[in-house]
Structures are given as structure tokens and as C-alpha cells.
């Protein structure tokens, strides 16, 4: 599961609901040393303005289950 925005509110909200009860997340943020490292998660760099940088964070995501 990938969580955009990571670094906001609702982002790191979401993150500990979701690890809480033991999902793995891959969290996607602009700038990955304002998110504390939470066990069961995968920090990854990535900006919707740098198209490069979405391929990577992306990569193994998928929309069903």
C-alpha cells in the first residue's frame, strides 16, 4: 500500500492506523527526513512535480487486492 503525502496530517494518521494492525505501507514524501522511521513501513522520495522520481515509488503498488 502506498501512502502519498506522508509527511502531512492525514498521512501519518493513516500510517499508524494502518501498521497498528500489522499492513506494511511504502510512504511517499517529498522530504523523507520529516517522516520518524514506524515500524512496517518503506520510506521512499518522490514528488508529483518531478515525474522521474514516481516510477520508483509506484513500482509494486497496485490497485486491487
Same mark, same amino acid.
Given at each position: 500500500?502506498?501512502?502519498?503525502?506522508?509527511?502531512?496530517?492525514?498521512?501519518?494518521?493513516?500510517?499508524?492506523?494502518? $501498521?497498528?494492525v500489522d499492513?506494511?505501507?511504502? =510512504?511517499? *514524501?517529498?522530504? %523523507?527526513?520529516?517522516?520518524?522511521?514506524?515500524? #512496517?513501513?518503506? $520510506?521512499?522520495?518522490a514528488d508529483?512535480?518531478? =515525474?522521474? *522520481?514516481?516510477? %520508483?515509488?509506484?513500482?509494486?503498488?497496485?490497485? #486491487?487486492?
Amino acid at each position: 500500500m502506498l501512502i502519498t503525502g506522508a509527511s502531512g496530517h492525514i498521512g501519518r494518521r493513516t500510517t499508524e492506523l494502518l $501498521t497498528s494492525v500489522d499492513h506494511s505501507v511504502r =510512504l511517499m *514524501t517529498r522530504d %523523507p527526513q520529516r517522516l520518524p522511521c514506524i515500524a #512496517g513501513s518503506e $520510506t521512499v522520495r518522490a514528488d508529483f512535480n518531478e =515525474l522521474a *522520481t514516481l516510477a %520508483p515509488a509506484f513500482s509494486g503498488i497496485s490497485t #486491487g487486492p
